[in-house]
Structures are given as C-alpha cells and as structure tokens.
T-cell receptor, first 118, second 111 residues
C-alpha cells in the first residue's frame, strides 16, 4: 500500500485479556518502530526493528509486552494480561534504514490503534 | 541515557503572533527531525536537519540546528489556525540508535 496501515483501528478489551496489534509498514522500509501515546502525552518508544538485526526492546514497559516482525515486513505487538494502564494509542512507524542522508530517515506513521482496557 | 528535552509544554498565542519551541539534547546528535501532530491525528514529518548551524525554512516555519548539534528550534511566524497541533522534535545520536523524542509542544490558538 501507499502508507503504513494498522489494525484494528480500535480495540476494546477486558482487563486480563491478551491483545494483538498489527502493523503493515511501507514496502521496502527496513526500519519499523512501535510507540505508545497516552491522551495528550508525547510518544513513548516501545521497540525498534532494523533489518535482520536483533530488535531494540529497551522501551517495552514490562514482560507482558512483546513484538515480532515476520519476514522483515509485517509486525505484531502483543500485550498479555492487559491492564487498564495499557489504554492508549499504539502507533507504528516505518522508515528506510537510519544513517542515510537527504531525509530518508523520515518516519511514516500509521493511523494508530486505540486500545481501551475496561 | 540520552534525553531530549522540549519546551514549553504548551503555548497559547493569538492568531498572528509568533510561536517557538526548543529542544535540547544531553548528547551530540547526528541529526534532528521535526514532526507535527494535529489533534486526533498521527505525527507527520516536517523536516530533518543534519549540519551544524543549519537553518531551513518552509514558508512561515524556520528550523535551526545548533552549532554544537545539541539543540534545535522551530519558529512559526504569524501563526494561523491551521498551525494548531503538537510539534515534536526527535534526535538521533547515530545510526545505531533509535530516535529519541521530545515530549512535544502543543500550540493553542486563542479565540
């Protein structure tokens, strides 16, 4: 597709349930990022995939959070045993490989998944 | 760890007034990017600065990267209602690290 897509756009779940959020990056983008944004707040980095390198998981808030990127393309963010404080918008972004010049590191964001944990 | 501090958190201006947001990094950056997020939307890339002392302009927006490559600013001249949103800076130490984001400055136009 032309841009980054995410699904579902909205997710309401009950506390304790697991959820999976999906991100389809722009074709050819080797870098993929997951962020979390609570209402009115800034972006909280969660995880970063770059090509075949080991992902940077330094932003994951707890071991309930995990992410995969299959075949260097689609990524899934999984939250196990959801808590109310997990409620937020989860944003995915992709870019060409970092370290390139000329603005090619631009991150293109998807529309986000709005997660509400009741 | 590396931090990027962005101030102010909010700025209320009358339409037609100027607006400025500042970012400061605890470490030297290889580049800095600026993004705009409209209410209810997702961040959209505005510009990337790479060179020490670089200044770039986009119509009423002026972006600067400090000589030491540790700070940056975004200045909007004569704000318009279409400028409303949150402006984020994001810096990268080098290609081995992910972007470090500022907390954003929310531009609010007073009625």
């Amino acid at each position: 597709g032309a841009g980054v897509s995410q699904s579902p756009s909205n997710k309401v779940t009950e506390k304790g349930k697991d959820v999976e959020l999906r991100c389809d990056p722009i074709s050819g983008h080797t870098a993929l990022y997951w962020y979390r944004q609570s209402l009115g707040q800034g972006l909280e980095f969660l995880i970063y995939f770059q090509g075949n390198s080991a992902p940077d998981k330094s932003g994951l808030p707890s071991d309930r959070f995990s992410a995969e990127r299959t075949g260097g393309s689609v990524s899934t963010l999984t939250i196990q045993r959801t808590q109310q404080e997990d409620s937020a918008v989860y944003l995915c972004a992709s870019s060409l490989a970092p370290g390139l010049a000329g603005g090619q590191e631009t991150q293109y964001f998807g529309p986000g998944t709005r997660l509400l944990v009741l | 760890g590396q931090q990027v501090m962005q101030i102010p958190q909010y700025q209320h201006v009358q339409e037609g007034e100027d607006f400025t947001t500042y970012c400061n990094s605890s470490t030297t950056l290889s580049n800095i990017q600026w993004y705009k997020q409209r209410p209810g939307g997702h961040p959209v890339f505005l510009i990337q600065l790479v060179k020490s002392g670089e200044v770039k302009k986009q119509k009423r927006l002026t972006f600067q990267f400090g000589e030491a490559k540790k700070n940056s600013s975004l200045h909007i001249t004569a704000t318009q209602t279409t400028d409303v949103g949150t402006y984020f800076c994001a810096g990268r130490r080098d290609s081995n690290y992910q972007l470090i984001w500022g907390a954003g400055t929310k531009l609010i136009i007073k009625p």
